[in-house]
């Protein structure tokens, strides 16, 4: 069996303010940089991502992978129609010149918006159904934030999704990929059908955690209707940040009894719509948040987290607002624990390499942080103007051993650490989302030893940083990515969506 294998991965939110143009996929920076044939699997072959399960369940069962692209960019605003095009037509090219294959798998998050196409997914599948014909097996992956189109449900045979967020089940949603293509190559293999419905509403970030109510006992229902009817079923939860018809989470499943589907797929819809009231989130303003860390950093032995959650840059914010280290400083945080409140990562490479530049033990007056527009057009906190002490300086060059990144390498230009009235923070050259102990520890911040740790993050820094927390508070500080889709200024969600509470 000869599989044709390729991957595009963007999450893009239509309100962040900066696109991935090419070189962000040259980049890739969150993703492994940009490759091709063989290049690529040796680039993703030992990653953690859906592509790599894929191939190594590939190799397992004796089939012949025949790599293409790997194209993958930070979540931001939409892939400009240059990036888009080059990494459709390089695909397109190494399918026309891979001649006869038995089978497509492609790694797809499944939220990409481009410039000039809506359902940047529906698009890419729909150019490949185009060279294969309508019967040849494709599956893929998509990630639990996928924005999944009636177009795309239509090109693809099957869609394995993962199922947690931290999203740390990539590598088995590509092994869950390879099973189902398994058994839609097997000889005599009945048709699959597939079946889905819309949820009506749009879900949190935040709340989307399959750590905690109500996503856990969601995802668990999934595996119990899963069994209990013999389909595959799966749930897009949706990347709440899309201006399009097709933002939102989705329900569906695949069998080869579409009425078993359609039974499974009814009932977790139901769980799910049942469920309304829990999927609400609760969030404190910046100072509230900060001072209930200090109320509950008293006395306590491991630190207390303050997720920044609006300024995500695994959502599209660019990890440089301010408001928090306002409130940290405010609230007078670093002076009730010298040296054990930390922030990070905030990119700024004027400050880290100003730092860096000054040396450890230099005292000088930085600018840190911007003031960016917030999802509502607004302008985002002031940058803090501060006489800070350097503390560390490193090439931010770091290999990370968490939970999610085991086995990849940070390469976050000059890093710094400088003091501000006893706060610590971590400044980078380049955006990474704080979902590693590693990302702390690179600049001599201890996690554990904190008192209050300030992460830019949503939800996957809960992966690496739950275990050693005592609490987790999630803060709304003005920044681009809107942690309460109901704030946002929608203008194209169909009316059953938008208009309901
Ligand atoms: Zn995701």
Redesign the pocket.
């Known amino acids: 069996m000869r599989i044709f294998v390729a991957g595009f991965q963007h999450?893009t939110n239509t309100f962040a303010p900066s696109k991935a143009d090419w070189a962000a996929f040259e980049r890739g920076s969150s993703y492994p940089a940009f490759s091709r044939g063989t290049a690529m699997l040796d680039l993703i072959g030992p990653s953690s991502l859906p592509m790599a399960g894929f191939l190594a369940e590939a190799r397992a069962r004796g089939w012949t992978p025949v790599p293409s692209v790997w194209a993958g960019a930070t979540p931001s605003a939409p892939v400009t129609e240059d990036a888009f095009e080059r990494i459709s037509a390089a695909l397109l090219q190494d399918l026309h010149a891979a001649g006869r294959v038995d089978a497509v798998f492609l790694d797809l998050?499944g939220a990409a918006v481009a410039e000039h196409l809506d359902d940047a997914e529906g698009e890419l599948l729909a150019r490949v159904r185009a060279v294969v014909g309508p019967t040849l097996p494709l599956v893929a992956t998509l990630?639990?934030?996928a924005n999944l189109s009636e177009r795309m449900l239509a090109l693809a045979d099957a869609f394995a999704v993962?199922r947690t967020?931290p999203?740390v089940d990539m590598v088995q949603a590509g092994q869950r990929a390879a099973g189902m293509l398994a058994r839609r190559l097997a000889p005599g293999a009945p048709r699959w059908h597939t079946r889905h419905r819309r949820l009506p509403f749009l879900l949190p970030l935040n709340t989307q955690c399959t750590l905690m109510a109500p996503a856990t006992e969601v995802m668990q229902r999934l595996a119990e209707l899963q069994a209990a009817h013999g389909v595959e079923l799966e749930l897009a939860m949706g990347?709440p940040a899309a201006d399009i018809a097709d933002c939102g989470p989705v329900v569906f499943g695949h069998g080869a009894d579409a009425q078993a589907v359609q039974q499974a797929v009814d009932a977790l819809h139901d769980e799910v719509v049942a469920r309304r009231a829990e999927w609400a989130l609760h969030w404190l303003a910046p100072r509230e948040a900060v001072r209930e860390a200090l109320r509950l950093a008293e006395g306590a032995t491991q630190p207390v987290v303050i997720a920044d959650t609006q300024d995500n840059p695994g959502a599209g914010g660019d990890s440089n607002t301010t408001g928090l280290l306002h409130a940290l400083l405010a609230e007078g945080a670093g002076r009730r624990f010298p040296g054990r409140v930390a922030l990070g990562l905030l990119f700024d490479p004027d400050a880290a390499q100003a730092a860096c530049a000054a040396g450890v033990g230099a005292q000088l007056s930085l600018s840190l942080g911007r003031s960016v527009a917030a999802y509502d057009g607004t302008p985002t906190d002031a940058p803090v103007q501060a006489e800070v002490t350097v503390m560390a300086t490193s090439d931010g060059i770091v290999p990370l051993h968490g939970p999610m990144t085991a086995g990849g390498t940070a390469r976050l230009g000059p890093c710094a650490r400088v003091d501000v009235q006893g706060v610590q923070v971590l400044l980078a050259s380049a955006k990474a989302q704080m979902l590693d102990l590693d990302l702390c520890r690179f600049l001599g911040v201890e996690p554990v030893k904190m008192a209050i740790i300030v992460v830019k993050s949503s939800v996957h820094f809960r992966a690496a940083f739950a275990p050693v927390a005592a609490h987790i508070l999630v803060a709304k500080a003005p920044g681009p990515m809107a942690a309460d889709p109901a704030d946002l200024p929608w203008t194209r969600l169909p009316a059953d969506r938008a208009r309901r509470p």
């Open positions: 999450e998050h990630d639990l934030h993962y967020y999203h990347f």
